[in-house]
């Protein structure tokens, strides 16, 4: 796997790191759902023009661990799976995220990192090497590995996005 970086939070895709995925992914996504309930953050304002608000990382960060899953089941059935984007942008208005509850985004959040690293922690080591077609942003052919890694990312980078928006406040 070529190490990845995220060039606006640093973020270094260490393959060796998705055997301990699983519990971060539920780490940061319990996290991220105790500011969803803090009454007092106002998570569901957005603090500037093209960034969403804390309420609507949440629900994009669920929807992605929750894509994740089943990309990760698919690969185990399907030899070499071309994904389809998840269409994450779409989501924001179609799904209604500014509208959604945030304590019901919190526990569905929490609920898909747990969902999410359950299927994690029961791949073996074959497993691990299963590949797919990821076709965002560009179209590279990825392990499960780097899909486990790359779900830490989201969880860590939007974790980060919705704590600096909060404290900023």
Not at 87 to 93: A, K, L, M, N, S
Not at 99 to 120: I, K, M, S, W
């Given at each position: 796997m070529d190490r990845?970086?995220?060039?606006?939070c640093g973020f270094v895709y260490v393959p060796e790191e998705s055997?301990?995925?699983?519990?971060a992914i539920v780490e940061s996504s319990l996290r991220m759902a105790a500011v969803l309930r803090d009454p007092a953050a106002d998570v569901a304002r957005r603090r500037a023009t093209g960034t969403w608000s804390p309420l609507e990382y949440g629900c994009h960060l669920r929807d992605v661990i929750l894509v994740q899953r089943e990309r990760?089941?698919?690969?185990?059935?399907?030899?070499?799976?071309?994904?389809?984007?998840m269409?994450?942008?779409?989501?924001?208005?179609h799904d209604g995220y500014?509208?959604?509850?945030?304590?019901?985004?919190?526990?569905?959040?929490?609920?898909?990192?747990?969902?999410?690293?359950?299927?994690?922690?029961?791949?073996?080591?074959?497993?691990?090497?299963r590949t797919l077609m990821y076709n965002f942003p560009t179209t590279s052919e990825r392990s499960l590995r780097w899909v486990a890694v790359h779900t830490l990312h989201?969880?860590?980078?939007?974790?980060?996005?919705i704590e600096r928006q909060v404290d900023s406040s």
């Open positions: 990845d970086r995220c060039d606006e055997d301990g995925a699983g519990p990760v089941l698919l690969a185990r059935q399907v030899e070499r799976p071309s994904l389809t984007p269409g994450r942008d779409d989501r924001v208005e500014s509208e959604q509850l945030p304590a019901d985004v919190a526990r569905q959040l929490e609920d898909a990192a747990r969902l999410f690293a359950n299927v994690l922690s029961r791949l073996g080591p074959a497993d691990w090497e989201e969880a860590r980078h939007h974790l980060a996005d």
